[in-house]
């Protein structure tokens, strides 16, 4: 099931697309709603100021709230694109948001019967979706694993947790999955996904998480988690605004990353060029060694090879221009991919803000 060209050959690759979001959306929007509702957070209530400008043409920050009811939203959007009729739409319903706010202010949601409902109607998608199509089915089951690697391992955030869902071999099964679902994704967004993952296996590679918890001074091992933490939730970020199209990944190109694209570009297009030109060179003179010039006969025979020499590399000249942009494009777009590689990965040991 898992190979190439059964994601190129799905039938709608915005069918993957969507599939992968709804399965993130399940445990995100589970995920946010146990978060907001532990840390028992109320919306600031102010007077109206017609001086003040909206929040979001600002800073485009949404609180706690504002993102719960997203996920929310999102999930119900995402579960309509699919076509899906059975089963019903996800049991975490569409409310409006005064009512959700006060059932959860009020402590009226069971957020244990919530989750079991969830989970068993999360399960019939995936049944449903791998009987219809298994490369759609399976992109639910990818995007709900990856939103698990943020979403429920810092829920609870105990050691176990950490190492069971920062597992290296976990995180390097996960990043092979979307480097099988690339081509079905928008561009770059399977392989950034890849990268940053298997890069995040090695803060556990071989045990090396495991060793340094049980070796760490209780103050020292809450500065690694805390510090783990705060990277983690900066990737998922990363993640949920390319799988949700919010951003696309030459985004995060920065604007020194064009000049060096382009360097590269450059760079490639004059080696090519050098290169031919000398190419050019030495078959000339070794065509002229063909043909001495001591004699009238000889110096006749010369003039000729070389004017039908030059009449090929005349006609050569096309091509070889042609070549020369294919190297630059070649250069740049190899450039270009590494730097998006480099700027959607969050390394855990940044201290950065």
Known sequence: MENNSQARDAENGADVLAAVQLGWLVIESFGRLRMYERASKKPARHEGNKNSEFTFSISGGLTSLDEL????????????????TDPPPPPLPLRGEQELQTELENGKLDLNSLHEELDKWGTRIWVLLNAENGVVGQAYHYGASLANTY????????????LEYLNWERLDKTADRFEILADALPAYVGETLA??????SRVNDKDGLKTQLESLKEEQKNKLKTQLKKQLEKQQEVWRDLLFEIRSAESYLKTKSRRIINIYSMAAQITVGVFLIASIYIAGREVGNLFPTDSKENLSNFFAAISSFIVVVGGLLTRFASWISVAGQKAG????????????YRDWHSKKE
């Not at 990268?195 to 995040?200: A, I, R, V």
């Open 69 to 84: 009811f997203w996920s929310v939203n999102q999930l119900h959007y995402r579960f309509e694109n699919l076509g899906i």
């Open 151 to 162: 979403w429920h391992t810092t829920m609870e955030w105990s050691d176990d947790k950490i």
């Open 333 to 344: 777009e190899w450039k270009k991919r590494q730097l998006i590689l480099d700027y959607t």
């Open 195 to 200: 990268n940053s993952l298997h890069k995040w």
